[in-house]
T-cell receptor
Framework: RKEVEQDPGPFNVPEGATVAFNCTYS??????FFWYRQDCRKEPKLLMS???SGNEDGRFTAQLNRASQYISLLIRDSKLSDSATYLC???????????FGGGTRVLVKP | GAGVSQSPRYKVAKRGQDVALRCDPI?????LFWYQQALGQGPEFLTY????????KSGLPSDRFFAERPEGSVSTLKIQRTQQEDSAVYLC??????????????FGPGTRLTVL
């Protein structure tokens, strides 16, 4: 079983709609959580950190549920430019290495 | 300012050849990471340097993989006797190191290695 699991999608989303997806992680000692965005044939870029209280950045809302060990990302008012692969990322308490999920592909269509 | 750069961007190797992949981190970044990303998968950790010290190499898949960062800046990932399963994008990332906060890892564009 992989440490971080995501639905690979694709999630086909009409422009302007809301889409949400989760990931689960297996290491209960994980301390930090992030969503990265990766465009086709490009490098991953940090989208947002995820905090226990939940956090919002514009149209993006991230939630963390430590008890159930899952992280969610919600995108409101989807734009064509939101089409990308969203990588769920976990960092353990010790060390700095990031553990990535396999990514969820989102396709926003007009 | 300049981001993380990697070279070559594309490398085609015949099975059994040795390859060397270079990473130039952001100037002043103490931490440097290598990740391997297979097609359709998320990146997987290979190794981590803090300055010139290789603090974690737990992700290197075999003893054919070797990384170095002799002067604490540029790093090279070397793969000996390449195999087809080594075909992947090799990503380098760098970050600062401030205690108590997450130090964002900035990724380079990657080197796409194809082993024939």
């Amino acid at each position: 079983r992989k440490e971080v699991e995501q639905d690979p999608g694709p999630f086909n989303v009409p422009e302007g709609a809301t889409v949400a997806f989760n990931c689960t992680y297996s290491n209960s000692a994980s301390q930090s959580f992030f969503w990265y965005r990766q465009d086709c044939r490009k490098e991953p870029k940090l989208l947002m950190s995820v905090y226990s209280s939940g956090n919002e950045d514009g149209r993006f809302t991230a939630q963390l549920n430590r008890a159930s060990q899952y992280i969610s990302l919600l995108i409101r008012d989807s734009k064509l430019s939101d089409s990308a692969t969203y990588l769920c990322v976990v960092m353990a308490a010790a060390g700095n290495k990031l553990t990535f999920g396999g990514g969820t592909r989102v396709l926003v269509k007009p | 300012g300049a981001g993380v750069s990697q070279s070559p961007r594309y490398k085609v190797a015949k099975r059994g050849q040795d390859v060397a992949l270079r990473c130039d981190p952001i100037s002043g970044h103490v931490s440097l990471f290598w990740y391997q990303q297979a097609l359709g998968q998320g990146p997987e950790f290979l190794t981590y340097f803090q300055n010139e010290a290789q603090l974690d190499k737990s992700g290197l898949p075999s003893d054919r993989f070797f990384a170095e960062r002799p002067e604490g800046s540029v790093s090279t990932l070397k793969i000996q006797r390449t195999q087809q399963e080594d075909s992947a994008v090799y990503l380098c990332a760098s970050s600062t190191i401030l205690r108590g906060v997450y130090n964002e890892q900035f990724f380079g564009p990657g080197t796409r290695l194809t082993v024939l």
